[in-house]
């Protein structure tokens, strides 16, 4: 895995404590506490935040003088702080940032938590090459292996004094390491071996005269001191949980992990403390201390450089480092998909486009440079609207050297979202809006795209149809449409003076005639549009539809009725209408309709008269016309105008 901390920034937090020599001490005569590895622990998120599995880790380089970090493994380090060593199936040493390495040891098997002795001559470690695990050393160079026969079933974690002449590390007396761990010591030749207390994990104080080592006997793990001839055992901090000590190379710090939480292996913070057990700060999440020695001056060199790309594919140039007090010597690349080396280099990428430079100068400085090289997705997008419905279409858009991963949408109506790149959006009201395209490539590298848009609403279409009955008549106005909204209200103009609001209405006129009906429809935005129709009214037609007679005698005289039936077009009955007759006598009379369209005339005469006529003279309704030659008679005792009455 691969970690690229931005330039200058400290990762997960990590504090600049205590990064000055002490006052009066020349920065460049003496070790400084400015740089120390570790494993740091990272944010879990997405789909490893539902995993029981360990967390992300990375061992980073942290200088504390500048707070940057930059990715390191290391096991131990020389005196000078050029070399690293690491352990795990041979030992390997390596240049600070090459990763080519020298095999010491060529033969595989278990190498554990090798240290390089203070001279610079020795290395010591523990390793199971010869069956069980046991203590060696052998010179700088992986000649003259030395098995130190201490008799002991297992040890780890050699620790040198500062004379290089002696070593302290963990001894187990049992098979399998089921005895309490003990803090043994013995001479570099395997003579003067002791057991100097319980405790494992010892580190030796570069003054020689003390031993920071891990112990459960005050319960819990906590931090102790001890001579190194087994006497004054003492405390750190009375009651804190932790392990993993490790001197500062000048001897005024120490660092080591904080148990944040018993019962979670990794809950676990990497923290300063000075020799006195003050506590300095933490570095965050993390354990495995390992400081880097040496005597740097405080002057870094400046890790510069430019890049140009085809596609996948970058040109690096870093020539353009500097060193004020000296010269850069090495410079490494690390990118996510690849490592390189020298000032320029070309790489073509897999996958994300990290870049990290990091430059070293003759004195063993170094400083970071990193960049996303990724190129950025060019966008573009075409407009096409109708009224105040838009369509964008974005699909011309690209990615130089990858592909877009998604696009917002701003349409400048405070209305966005992700959106695909080729979409369409109803604005609410016309005028001219700003959109903006923002899309991110595969590796999180964004573009912005902005262009406006006049937005014009198209006005509704007006249109109805009538029909009519008689004077009444029907309008339906729902064939009206808008393209680009709703229309809002409907006005009539009904040609005789009214008017009248609504989707759909009726109107009755007073008379027939011809008018000239008016529709005007208005949309959301205030648009309109009309339409006009010449409309007939035609009144409906009426006629006598039957005349029945009958006679009553009385007395001397007798009474004659005529009973008539009004009908329209339809045959139907009429009510309300006035029929008015005249007899043959010259006598006049009237009557009106009932509901069921009949109305009765009678007179009464002498019995010497033997018959009368009754003509129907006029038929009058609102609205309606009165057709006398479609008068009828059904039964066929009249013409349906007259009628003879006989006694």
């Given at each position: 895995m691969r970690f690229f901390p931005r330039a200058g920034l400290t990762l997960l937090g990590a504090l600049c404590l205590d990064a000055h020599p002490p006052?009066?001490?020349p920065s460049n005569a003496a070790p400084t506490n400015d740089e120390i590895g570790y494993v740091a622990l990272l944010p879990c998120t997405g789909a490893c935040e539902a995993s029981s599995s360990a967390p992300r880790t990375a061992n980073i380089l942290l200088d504390?003088?500048?707070?940057q970090t930059i990715p390191m493994t290391a096991d131990a380090w020389s005196p000078d702080g050029m070399k690293r060593l690491m352990g795990g199936v041979d030992i390997l040493v390596l240049p600070v940032l090459d990763n080519t390495s020298v095999n010491l040891t060529n033969h595989p098997a278990h190498y554990w938590t090798p240290a390089w002795s203070p001279d610079g001559s020795l290395i010591a470690f523990a390793s199971d090459r010869d069956g069980s695990r046991?203590?060696?050393t052998m010179k700088a160079d992986g000649s003259d292996l030395l098995r130190l026969d201490t008799g002991i079933a297992a040890v780890s974690q050699p620790t040198w004094a500062p004379d290089s002449t002696r070593l302290a590390f963990t001894c187990n007396f049992e098979p399998q390491n089921v005895s309490p761990s003990e803090i043994c010591v013995t001479n570099v030749d395997g003579s003067g071996f002791a057991r100097l207390t319980e405790g494992r994990d010892p580190d030796w104080s570069p003054d020689g005269t003390?031993?920071?080592?891990t112990t459960e006997r005050y319960g819990g793990s906590q931090l102790a001191f001890v001579n190194p001839d087994g006497s004054d055992v003492t405390r750190v901090v009375p009651g804190w949980q932790a392990y993993g000590a490790r001197w500062a190379p000048d001897g005024t710090q120490i660092a080591f992990v904080s148990i944040l939480d018993p019962d979670d292996f990794w809950s676990t913070s990497l923290d300063i403390m000075s020799v006195d057990g003050t506590f300095l700060g933490s570095l965050g999440a993390g354990f495995s201390p390992v400081w880097r020695p040496g005597r740097r001056p405080t002057l870094r060199p400046v890790a510069s450089f430019?890049?140009?790309?085809?596609?996948?594919?970058?040109?690096?140039d870093a020539s353009g480092?500097?060193?004020?007090?000296?010269s850069v010597i090495t410079y490494a690349w690390q990118f996510w998909d690849g490592d390189a080396s020298g000032a320029q280099v070309t790489h073509t990428f897999t996958a994300t486009h990290g870049t990290l430079l990091i430059v070293m100068d003759n004195d063993g400085s170094w400083n970071a440079s990193s960049v996303n090289v990724d190129q950025a997705p060019i966008l573009s997008f075409t407009t096409s609207c109708t009224g105040?419905?838009?369509?964008?279409?974005?699909?011309a858009s690209f990615d130089p050297d990858g592909s877009i991963a998604w696009f917002i949408w701003r349409f400048g109506d405070s209305i966005d979202g992700v959106r695909p790149a080729r979409t369409t959006h109803a604005y609410s009201a016309p005028g001219t809006y700003t959109v903006t395209l923002t899309a991110s490539d595969q590796d999180g590298v964004t573009s912005v795209f902005s262009q406006t848009v006049a937005v014009v609403n198209v006005p509704p279409v007006a249109s109805f149809v009538s029909t009519c009955d008689g004077l009444t008549c029907t309008f339906n106005a729902s064939s009206s449409i808008d393209v680009d909204g709703t229309i809002a209200s409907y006005a009539w103009n009904f040609g005789d003076t009214t008017v009248g609001t609504g989707v759909s209405l009726s109107h009755a006129y007073t008379k027939g005639g011809t008018y000239r009906v008016a529709l005007r429809v208005t949309d959301g935005s205030g648009a309109t549009g009309s339409q006009e129709q010449v409309l007939t009214v035609v009144p409906a037609d009426m006629h006598i539809g039957d005349l029945d007679r009958q006679t009553t005698n009385q007395g001397n005289a007798w009474i004659a009725t005529v009973s008539i039936s009004v009908h329209d077009t339809g045959h139907n009955v009429?009510?309300?209408?006035?029929?008015?007759?005249?007899?043959?006598?010259?006598?006049?009379t009237s009557c009106i309709t009932n509901a069921l369209g009949q109305c009765t005339a009678s007179i009464r005469l002498a019995r010497k008269a033997t018959s009368i006529s009754f003509q129907v003279q006029s038929v009058l309704a609102a609205g309606l016309t009165y057709k006398p030659a479609s008068n009828h008679d059904p039964d066929g005792d009249s013409n349906g105008t007259s009628i003879t009455v006989t006694r």
């Amino acid at each position: 895995m691969r970690f690229f901390p931005r330039a200058g920034l400290t990762l997960l937090g990590a504090l600049c404590l205590d990064a000055h020599p002490p006052a009066g001490t020349p920065s460049n005569a003496a070790p400084t506490n400015d740089e120390i590895g570790y494993v740091a622990l990272l944010p879990c998120t997405g789909a490893c935040e539902a995993s029981s599995s360990a967390p992300r880790t990375a061992n980073i380089l942290l200088d504390r003088q500048t707070g940057q970090t930059i990715p390191m493994t290391a096991d131990a380090w020389s005196p000078d702080g050029m070399k690293r060593l690491m352990g795990g199936v041979d030992i390997l040493v390596l240049p600070v940032l090459d990763n080519t390495s020298v095999n010491l040891t060529n033969h595989p098997a278990h190498y554990w938590t090798p240290a390089w002795s203070p001279d610079g001559s020795l290395i010591a470690f523990a390793s199971d090459r010869d069956g069980s695990r046991s203590l060696y050393t052998m010179k700088a160079d992986g000649s003259d292996l030395l098995r130190l026969d201490t008799g002991i079933a297992a040890v780890s974690q050699p620790t040198w004094a500062p004379d290089s002449t002696r070593l302290a590390f963990t001894c187990n007396f049992e098979p399998q390491n089921v005895s309490p761990s003990e803090i043994c010591v013995t001479n570099v030749d395997g003579s003067g071996f002791a057991r100097l207390t319980e405790g494992r994990d010892p580190d030796w104080s570069p003054d020689g005269t003390r031993i920071v080592f891990t112990t459960e006997r005050y319960g819990g793990s906590q931090l102790a001191f001890v001579n190194p001839d087994g006497s004054d055992v003492t405390r750190v901090v009375p009651g804190w949980q932790a392990y993993g000590a490790r001197w500062a190379p000048d001897g005024t710090q120490i660092a080591f992990v904080s148990i944040l939480d018993p019962d979670d292996f990794w809950s676990t913070s990497l923290d300063i403390m000075s020799v006195d057990g003050t506590f300095l700060g933490s570095l965050g999440a993390g354990f495995s201390p390992v400081w880097r020695p040496g005597r740097r001056p405080t002057l870094r060199p400046v890790a510069s450089f430019t890049f140009s790309c085809s596609g996948f594919t970058c040109t690096f140039d870093a020539s353009g480092s500097s060193d004020s007090d000296g010269s850069v010597i090495t410079y490494a690349w690390q990118f996510w998909d690849g490592d390189a080396s020298g000032a320029q280099v070309t790489h073509t990428f897999t996958a994300t486009h990290g870049t990290l430079l990091i430059v070293m100068d003759n004195d063993g400085s170094w400083n970071a440079s990193s960049v996303n090289v990724d190129q950025a997705p060019i966008l573009s997008f075409t407009t096409s609207c109708t009224g105040l419905s838009c369509t964008f279409d974005a699909s011309a858009s690209f990615d130089p050297d990858g592909s877009i991963a998604w696009f917002i949408w701003r349409f400048g109506d405070s209305i966005d979202g992700v959106r695909p790149a080729r979409t369409t959006h109803a604005y609410s009201a016309p005028g001219t809006y700003t959109v903006t395209l923002t899309a991110s490539d595969q590796d999180g590298v964004t573009s912005v795209f902005s262009q406006t848009v006049a937005v014009v609403n198209v006005p509704p279409v007006a249109s109805f149809v009538s029909t009519c009955d008689g004077l009444t008549c029907t309008f339906n106005a729902s064939s009206s449409i808008d393209v680009d909204g709703t229309i809002a209200s409907y006005a009539w103009n009904f040609g005789d003076t009214t008017v009248g609001t609504g989707v759909s209405l009726s109107h009755a006129y007073t008379k027939g005639g011809t008018y000239r009906v008016a529709l005007r429809v208005t949309d959301g935005s205030g648009a309109t549009g009309s339409q006009e129709q010449v409309l007939t009214v035609v009144p409906a037609d009426m006629h006598i539809g039957d005349l029945d007679r009958q006679t009553t005698n009385q007395g001397n005289a007798w009474i004659a009725t005529v009973s008539i039936s009004v009908h329209d077009t339809g045959h139907n009955v009429i009510g309300n209408v006035v029929v008015t007759g005249s007899w043959t006598d010259g006598s006049a009379t009237s009557c009106i309709t009932n509901a069921l369209g009949q109305c009765t005339a009678s007179i009464r005469l002498a019995r010497k008269a033997t018959s009368i006529s009754f003509q129907v003279q006029s038929v009058l309704a609102a609205g309606l016309t009165y057709k006398p030659a479609s008068n009828h008679d059904p039964d066929g005792d009249s013409n349906g105008t007259s009628i003879t009455v006989t006694r």
